[in-house]
């Protein structure tokens, strides 16, 4: 009986080595809570391709790539729409190419995850975020991004930039004349973010629809993508560009010298999220859970705030500016898509006729 005691005590100790060993083998997460896991199947999957709708700074790139050298970061960009279709249009074939879709276009995320085309994922950083930016464990809000107006600075100097909604529909009647085709804006018949521009400020805004009837009676411009219209911001054609997502903002400024700023209208402005999740059918779940948890992360938010955009998790050193609505992630989102509400907003948006690009 002593022997057997002695040997059970001695393979309990090799076991015990060995779960240490393998511990110790275990892969690591550098900065996040990844399961051990999901890092293992990253690392034999190899890749993750993300579909976006806004260009990503190489640095996150890089900073992913750092932390995961066995994971290929692939970003496919589109618009919003495309993305949209690609994504069902992968589901209807059975050949799923996206592994995460991260975009800034909220309302087309939560329709895509309430229509089936996300996978679940209890990520351990989700604990983190706001509760308006979780949905689901499902889609998930990385960021908080002001709405802003981008404007001309050598043209409107100081107290001529409007620095509120009721600014600038107070300048607009005020003096039609000098603000005739000087307003740009989305066009929300062809621009997914330009519906939901529309959409979100006649509910947040008790005047929305007076300030949109001011900027089609002084001609304002309309587009789908948004460089053009910055681009003629700053060569003076505009000298106001409305409702630009503030991060896009920040980046162009930086890069077009002193005659272009920006103003985060002090009454009230939207904050949106990029959204991000696993696509139902993913080709590479692992590494698409461990990209997921990195935009969560503590590092991955500190890298989004260096590459100036704005992170969702608090106490990170990111001063949001006062009046934020932030739009909750989730279902209110789907009434952009009732067809009666959105040709109710088209109807009117059009008996106001507005000149396109």
């Not at 809570?33 to 990253?42: F, L, M």
């Not at 995961?68 to 589901?91: G, H, N």
């Not at 994922?121 to 802003?148: C, H, M």
Request: charge should be positive.
């Amino acid at each position: 009986m002593p022997d057997q005691v002695k040997r059970l005590g001695v393979a309990a100790g090799l076991g015990a080595a060995v779960l240490i060993a393998l511990a110790g083998c275990a892969p690591s997460a550098p900065g996040q809570a990844t399961r051990a896991s999901d890092v293992r199947a990253a690392a034999r999957e190899g890749e993750v391709v993300v579909y976006i709708n806004n260009d990503v700074h190489p640095e996150l790139v890089e900073d992913f790539q750092r932390r995961f050298p066995k994971v290929k970061l692939r970003f496919v960009v589109l618009t919003s729409r495309d993305i949209q279709a690609r994504v069902v249009e992968e589901a209807r074939r059975g050949e799923p190419v996206a592994d995460v879709v991260w975009t800034s276009a909220m309302d087309t995320q939560v329709k895509l995850i309430n229509d089936g085309y996300a996978q679940t994922y209890e990520s351990p950083e989700a604990k983190n975020l706001p509760a308006w930016a979780r949905w689901r464990d499902q889609g998930f809000g990385v960021t908080s991004e002001p709405i802003v107006f981008v404007y001309n600075k050598r043209l409107l100097r100081g107290g001529d930039a409007p620095r509120s909604h009721a600014d600038l529909l107070a300048a607009l009647r005020a003096d039609p004349a000098r603000w005739r085709g000087k307003v740009a804006m989305y066009d929300p018949e062809h621009s997914g973010m330009g519906f939901f521009y529309l959409s979100s400020n006649t509910q947040f805004y008790p005047d929305a629809w007076a300030l949109y009837d001011a900027m089609a009676k002084a001609g304002a411009r309309t587009y789908v993508p948004a460089k053009p219209m910055l681009d003629r911001v700053a060569s003076g054609e505009h000298l106001l560009a409305f409702d630009m997502n503030g991060s896009y903002a920040d980046w162009y400024v930086r890069g077009h010298g002193p005659d272009v700023g920006y103003i985060v209208p002090r009454d009230y402005h939207l904050s949106i999220s990029r959204v991000a999740f696993i696509t139902r059918a993913a080709r590479h779940p692992g590494a698409a859970r461990v990209f997921l948890d990195y935009l969560m992360s503590e590092g991955g938010q500190r890298r989004l705030l260096e590459v100036r955009l704005t992170p969702v998790r608090p106490g990170l050193g990111a001063v949001p500016p006062p009046g934020a609505r932030p739009v909750r992630v989730g279902p209110a989102l789907l009434a952009n898509f009732d067809q009666g509400r959105r040709a109710e907003l088209l109807d009117r948006w059009r008996q106001m006729a507005f000149e396109s690009q």
